[in-house]
Each structure stands twice: as C-alpha cells, then as structure tokens.
C-alpha cells in the first residue's frame, strides 16, 4: 500500500454526513477542486461538514484541553475514514457582525496597522504627548469620543419630535412618545394632580411648563388619584413622573425590545455626534496627522486611494525607519485587496453594508498575505454577488494561493468557475434523499460523458439555456428622481412596471443601494408600510427611512399604480430549531387541523393546539419539543443528541398515539415536501402549499427541516413560496436582491419560471443580479457603473437585454454571450 505521505490525493471513504449516501471520493491536493451539483445535491455536505470538520477535529485534538473549551468546536464527522488530509482553513459566506464597530479595517486587521502608523510615524502637535494605538480606535475607552462612546451620532429628543401634534391636549396624548398603555395614562394622570391643564392644547401652556414636562430632570413621586372608568374602581397609589425625553432615553438605552427601540426612535432626531462633529475619536487623536490627514480622513479614503498614499510616503520615508516598516507593510495588504476588486471600499465601511461576496473576499486577502504553505483551503462560493468581470481577478489570487504550494476546494455554481478547475466533484443526482452520491471526480472534460449529471448541460454545449417568453412592454412608469444615497449622486431611475426588470452592474456600483434601500424606502413609504432601514448603530434598529420627502429622492411619480411591496431577501426564516419549513409556510397550521379531526383526537379532547410542538399539552417535556438535547463536554465540542425521551419526535406518548393515516404528526415532519404531496392529496390547503413548494425547486427539503439547516438560497426560495400561494391583491412590486446566490444554473431555470409566472399574474418583478443568464431572460436591464465606489453609482445603459448588450460597458460582452447561449422555442 502507497504511504499516506506520498499519496497526492485526499481520500474520503464512508462519509455519512447529512444526505451523503457512504460516499467515497478521491481529491488531489496541490490544485483547484471545485465541488458542484444542484442545490441541496450534498457537495457542502462533503466539502465543509466531512473534509473540513475532519481537519478541524484532528488540529483540535493537538490543543491543549483547557484551551479547548475556549474555541468554537465543529463535531466529529461520520466518516470511516479520510487520509491524506492536511490542515484546513475555511471560508464560508458570512454575513458580518450586527455593528457598525465592525468594519473593513478590523476584518482584514489593517485598522491596527493604521492606528500604529499614526501612533509611532504621526505628526503631533507641539507639546503633545505620544499617544499609544489604541487611543486612535473608537472601539476603545482611550480612543472613543466620550459623548457618543465612538459611534459619531447621537439621538436628541426636541419639543418637535416629542409632540408632533400641538394641537393636541396632553389628555388626548398629544406627548406621542409617551407608551399608549397604562405608563402613558400614568404619566398624564401625575401631571393633572401636580396641576398642570392636561385639557388644553398644549400650544397654549406656558413654555416654562412644556419644557418642565418634556425635559426635567426631576421624578416626583405624588399621589394619584385616578379618574373613575366605567364599570372599574381604581384606588389611589403613588405615582412617580418621568420627563418624555428621559422616558425615550432610557428605551433607547436600555430596552430588550427591537419594536420599543424602533418606536422610540421615531421620537428623536439622530445627529452627528456635538463634540466629534462624527468622527467618532478624542480631540488629541484627531490632533495627530500622517502625510497631512487625521486618522479619520484616512480611514474614509478608498483603498485604492490610500495605496498610492501609503506608497509615496514609503518612498519617502528614511530606511529601516517606523514609517517605511509600517507602510511596508500596508502596502502589500492594500495591493491584494485592490487586486481583488475591492479598491474601492474604504477601510470605515462598515460590515453590516457588506455583500457576502465582499465579506468573503476580503477575508480571502487576509489569507493570502498569510504566507501559508501546505494548506487546504475550503472556499463556499468565493464568486458569490461578482459581476463576471469581477470573478477574472479573483481567479488570478486562488490560482496564487495553489501557486504557493496550498489546495483549494471550491464550493461553487459559477460554470466560469468550474471550466477553470483543475478537478471536478460532481454531487447528485438530485438534491436532498436524491443526491447524496458523487457522480463524477476528475478532470473536468470527463463531466460531459456524465448523463445522470445536471451540470453537464450548463458545463458544454456552450451553456445552452431554456428560451423564455418574447420580452413585454412595459404597463407604465414608476419614476424616480435625483436619487442621492451613498455612491448614487443625483440618479434618475425610470422603472417599467408590468414587467420583469434586472438591475446590474459591476460589484460596489451602487445597485443594491438603489433597490433595496432606496426604491423599496420610497415605495413603502407611499404604502404606509414602512422598511427598516439597516441597523446604524451598535444594538439599535434604526427607524422607518421614508420616501419621497427624504433628501435621498428629490421626486418620485408613477406609485400611485403600485398596491403592495414584497421584499425576497436571503435573510434567515427563523434563528432557532423551532422555525421550519412548515411552520413559516404556515401550511403547518393545515396538517394539526387534519390531526385534530381524528375521532381518536375528538374521543381524548385533544384540539389544534395539541399538535404544537410549542404547546406544552402536546411536547416531550425532555426535550421541550427540540427534538434533541444539548450534550456538553467538558474538554470536547458540545453536541446535540436525540432526545432519549422521543428520540428525536418532539412530541409526548399520548400525542403520537393519534395516527392520521397511519402516520403519526412526527411522521409527517419528517416526510420530503415530494413526499407529502401525494399524502395531502385530499386536503386542498396543504396540498397548495405544497406544490408551490414543488413548484420552486424545494420538494427535497422535509416539513419539520429547521431553519438554521437552511441556505439563504433556500430561505429566499421558502420566502418567495410563501408569498406565490397568497391571493393578489392589486398590483405587486416584488424586489429580490441576488436570487440566485447559492442556486445551481439547473435551480436559477426552475427560479427564473417562477419570477416570470409573477409577471404573467400582472406583477412587477425588479432583481439586483450579476447571473448573465438571468440577465438576458428579463424584459428590461439598468446596467449601473461604470466602475465601483466613486466610479459607480451612474446609470450606465437601459433598455432591452439586446439594446444593454450592444451599449459598450462593463456588462454588454458578458451579457451579449448569454444571449447567445438561449435556446429559442423555434430551435427545439
């Protein structure tokens, strides 16, 4: 037998993990790898929960066991085997931390640089002592602004904001920060027994007294006397007052609740912070400057930018000096991250307004300046939310990871991709229990011999696609004007309605900010809906950001024709074990309904209720209807094990006594949507539900599937389900930001069929997408650029798919080979 040392392949045998069948695959190492298949087919499965867990259990048994238990363990996968494995780094799609103290700069650790540049190499004022780096970070006690604590803005609450009604009595609540309950009614009654006219308009009190009443600082305690309600007697109890401000403050400080934070910020204005005009530092750290710019300005140059900064000072700096180190070092760094595409992101950006495709990317860099040799890395989707011209690039910096002696396997859809590995994994045939096997492993050429494979046709034959429909004329206009928001300077937006729209353009160009914050901003705010903006701050959810009297829009017309908005984002359907699939189509509340109209459930009492497994009548109590148990391990990672009550049913013994035929509640949880189309035959309202879920592409995932096992492709997917089985009310703007991240090209054709279905109902469809395919199936395309940053942000070119492809920028050559890759319905 070939030693394991000599071996150049990376052998799997016996891999169990989820719907993997007892695969067993040979990878070489030393190259780009690339797993594929459909989605939900197991190639993740393979790549991250056998190769990489495996490499990660084997590096953690070389740990110390205390330290052990201060890192975040991956379990043991079940596998019976896999030689030939060196250490792996993983770097899987991540959305960035819930703060905006989490930015560009501390991702890729070059804020610590920079704060040292300033701190060893920076001009200082005369007099001023040197200060060390971490007085020049806003995430620190030394360094933060101590107003704001380093954040740049502050809430104030105003007469106006507190009152927006001045017409009002305080009885008829004119202090609309006030909470409506009991505390409101509280509050009013404290102020009539300290006399002040809670019956007249509060325009007309004294100013004194309305500054008392919205500012003081003082909380008297009176009694209170309430005013007899009809039919309740209230006796008098003592009463203590505070101001409407302090009352705001503290829910904003204070409060556990997103809903009470959201409402309470709709009672303050939030301002660039008095004492750090928002720039977040102390004085004297502002004080200090590097090549004639605070800490502050460099951090908010793009990278690109700073680059040529950083290397000029370099030059000029005197060898073997602090500066010359320092931005010896930066400079390196900066250059692959500009090489990367991502020249244009400032090192303040914050992570939360990151794509994963830019997050990953990032990270990326981080690891290639790591100098490492002989590792494996496991990439998922690295061209995720690229535009192709961005994915050239990236190319060139995993072919320099490999060059450098590293392995790279590579979770990915993007056929560019696939056609430029060096060996191919491809996973099927189909997806849940119907994949689960590796169709093929080797060089990619041997792929098209594959009949049972679906990636095969996406692979040759040029990428032939599935025609569409004969591109529709648009039913009218929704226009939008001097649209003014990050990069988007004074955009002019014409959008056809009745139609399917594809935004597009180069990553960082501006898209995302001109549909799913702007447009949808605007529309749900003639809807009176309202959308929450992004989180700005540290554990604050910022208010409703509205439309057409916000400074991001001068004008807005054509939105009288729209009636609802739908928003398909990839965020998670539910952030524990408990939110499933059945549950969040509702189409769980169907199936009980079915269970407790058993005579057995009748003949015990047993209702709707019962089935819940959120219910206590109807769960194992073990487990709490979890289904599983917490196993903690003092020196080894912790696990979950079935529940040994229900061993993995949720429910107690006396509910999976009521059987519906023949299948007990358990039962149907664990059945495929596939599967429970044909059992719910005979009951229309699951059944709908059902083949919608069919319908797009999710009949292999199970009823009771947890939402925390789900992708965001597939959460997206769930969402848009969900939304297909309601009944259409009026015209609907749907708005779904990059779709098809994490679907294979096979899925995007069973997507793409679905979004069209919509505008055939009479919708209006608008996507932000870099899938050329997609691109070419719409009826319209707004291509934005032509460059990223402060080169973006323009529209470049509208119009038909044809008229975008013949216009010359960054998009029209991609989109121009994907329209001649569609199989029209003349051609068979």
């Known amino acids: 037998m070939q030693h394991e040392a000599e071996d150049p392949y990376v052998r799997v045998r016996g891999a169990h993990v989820h719907n993997l069948r007892g695969v067993d695959v040979a990878v070489p190492r030393d190259c780009l790898a690339v797993f594929t298949g459909v989605s939900g087919s197991g190639k ?62 501390t991702v ?26 971490d007085g020049f970070s806003p995430n620190t006690v030394a360094g933060a602004c101590p107003e704001c604590h380093g954040l740049g803005r502050v809430h104030r609450a105003t007469e106006a904001t507190l009152v927006p009604d001045p017409s009002l009595s305080i009885r008829e609540k004119a202090i609309a920060s006030w909470p409506g309950a009991w505390l409101g009614k509280n509050f009013r009654d404290i102020l009539d027994t300290l006399g002040y006219d809670v019956d007249r308009p509060w325009r007309d009190l004294p100013q004194a007294e309305r500054d008392w009443i919205l500012f003081t600082d003082e909380e008297p305690v009176v009694t209170v006397h309430p005013v007899r309600e009809a039919g309740r007697i209230q006796r008098p109890y003592e009463g203590r007052y505070q101001s409407a401000e302090r009352h705001v403050m503290h829910t904003l400080s204070d409060s556990k609740s997103a809903t009470a934070r959201r409402r309470a910020l709709q009672f303050v204005k939030t301002v660039d912070c008095p004492v750090c005009q928002g720039r977040r530092l102390r004085q004297d750290a502002l004080a200090v400057t590097f090549a004639g710019l605070p800490i ?52 303040d950006r914050s992570t939360p307004t990151l794509s994963s495709g830019e997050l990953q990317r990032l990270r990326l860099a981080t690891q290639l300046r790591s100098g490492l040799f002989g590792v494996v890395y496991v990439l998922d989707e690295p061209s995720a939310g690229l535009h192709p011209a961005d994915a050239e690039p990236l190319m060139k910096v995993l072919d320099r990871l490999v060059a450098a002696g590293n392995s790279l396997f590579v979770v990915e859809h993007d056929m560019d991709v696939v056609r430029q590995a060096d060996w191919v994994v491809d996973v099927g045939p189909a997806a849940g229990e119907q994949g689960g096997e590796v169709l093929y492993a080797g060089p990619v050429a041997g792929l098209a011999d594959v009949a049972t494979s679906a990636t095969r046709r996406f692979l040759f034959d040029g990428g032939l ?40 353009g180069v990553s ?72 499933n699939l059945a549950t969040y189509t509702g189409l769980f509340d169907g199936v009980r309904k079915v269970f407790a109209a058993t005579d057995e459930a009748r003949a015990s009492g047993y209702d709707v209720g019962r089935f819940s497994f959120n219910v206590a009548a109807g769960r194992c109590p073990t487990c709490q209807g979890e289904g599983f148990v917490a196993v903690e391990l003092l020196f080894l990672p912790g696990s979950y094990s079935p529940c040994p009550s229900c061993h993995g049913a949720r429910y107690n013994p006396e509910t999976l006594e009521i059987r519906w035929q023949g299948r007990t509640i ?102 932000v997408e870099h899938d050329m395919g997609v691109v070419a199936d719409a009826d319209w395309v707004i291509d934005l650029g032509p460059g990223a940053g402060d080169d973006g942000g323009r529209v470049v070119a509208a119009g038909t798919p044809a008229k975008v492809a013949a216009s010359g920028g960054a998009t029209a050559a991609y989109l121009s080979a994907a329209l001649s890759s569609v199989r029209h319905p003349e051609e068979g």
Do not use: C
Not at 305 to 322: H, P
């Open 44 to 105: 993740s499965s393979l790549a991250f929960g056998t190769i990489y867990a495996e490499a990660q259990r084997r590096y953690f048994e070389s740990v110390a066991p205390y330290a052990r238990r201060l890192i975040n363990q991956v379990g043991a996968p079940k596998v019976d085997e896999i030689t030939g494995l060196p250490p792996a780094v993983a770097l899987q799609q991540q959305r960035g931390a819930p703060t905006t103290r989490s930015s560009v700069g």
């Open 465 to 504: 696609r599935a025609g569409r429909p004969a591109v529709r004329e648009p039913q009218g206009w929704l226009r939008l004007r001097g649209v003014t928001r990050h990069n988007l300077h004074g955009v002019d937006l014409d959008l056809p309605l009745g139609v399917l729209t594809v935004v597009t």
């Open 508 to 579: 960082g160009s501006g898209k995302s900010t001109l549909v799913a914050q702007v447009l949808a901003e605007v529309v749900a705010s003639h809807l009176g809906t309202g959308v929450p903006a992004e989180p700005e701050e540290e554990g604050v959810d910022v208010g409703v950001v509205a439309g057409p009297g916000d400074p991001s829009v001068t004008e807005a017309t054509g939105l009288e024709a729209v009636r609802r908005l739908v928003r398909v984002d990839q965020k998670p359907i539910g952030r524990t074990p408990r939110s």
């Open 296 to 347: 502050d300005a460099l951090a908010a140059l793009p990278m690109r930018t700073l680059l040529e900064l950083m290397r000029a000072e370099g030059e000029q700096a005197a060898e073997e000096s602090v500066a010359a180190t320092l931005t010896g070092d930066l400079v390196p760094r900066l250059e692959v991250l500009v090489e990367l595409g991502l020249g244009y992101l400032a090192m």
């Open 108 to 133: 890729t650790t070059l804020s610590n640089t920079l704060r040292m540049l300033l701190s060893r190499a920076g001009s200082y004022p005369p007099g001023a002592p040197r200060i060390d780096s």
């Open 666 to 767: 358990a039962d149907v949880l664990a059945l495929s949507v596939d599967d429970a189309v044909a059992a719910f035959e005979d009951v229309p309202a699951v059944r709908r539900s059902l083949m919608t879920l069919q319908a797009i592409g999710l009949g292999y995932l199970r009823l009771g599937q947890p939402a925390t096992e789900l992708s965001g492709g597939e959460a997206q997917r769930i969402k848009l389900a969900t939304e297909l089985q309601r009944a259409r009310r009026g015209h609907t703007l749907y708005l779904l930001d990059e779709p098809t991240t994490g679907l294979h090209p096979a899925d995007v054709e069973v997507l793409m069929a679905q979004l069209q279905g919509l505008v055939a109902a009479g919708g209006s469809v608008v996507i």
